[in-house]
């Protein structure tokens, strides 16, 4: 399973982007599917995750009511669909996933992911 993001580009303060992750390789199916984050100069940040199912959710307290994951199998897409873009949520977003079929619920953890794409970069100009 590869991962690869889009959807990430140069947003003004308020604005929204949505950003995509497709799977080739292989299926979505049976995969938890996480976001995490790293902005300039910081550490790593899990932003949400959805289970294999997309019938659980999480997100980290800094994006909850701002940002929603989801997915569409059918696709092979999981996205995250990000509304009222703040300078602090500039950062290289990357998508993760692991095989999780056994598990209803997802973590915020990066060592939980054993598949990570590239990433995409996302800025938020003030």
């Known amino acids: 399973l590869q991962l690869v993001e889009s959807g990430g580009g140069l947003v003004q303060s308020g604005g929204s982007l949505r950003l995509s992750c497709e799977a080739s390789?292989?299926?979505?199916?049976?995969?938890?599917i996480g976001w995490f984050r790293q902005a300039p100069g910081k550490g790593l940040e899990a932003v949400s995750c959805i289970n294999f199912l997309g019938t659980y959710t999480m997100y980290a307290d800094s994006v909850k009511g701002q940002f929603t994951i989801s997915r569409d199998d059918a696709k092979n897409t999981v996205y995250l669909e990000m509304n009222k873009l703040k300078a602090e949520d500039t950062a290289v977003y990357y998508c993760v996933a692991d095989w999780r079929p056994d598990t209803m619920s997802c973590k915020m953890t990066k060592g939980w992911y054993a598949v990570w794409g590239q990433g995409t970069q996302v800025t938020v100009s003030s």
């Open positions: 390789g292989d299926t979505f199916d049976n995969h938890a």
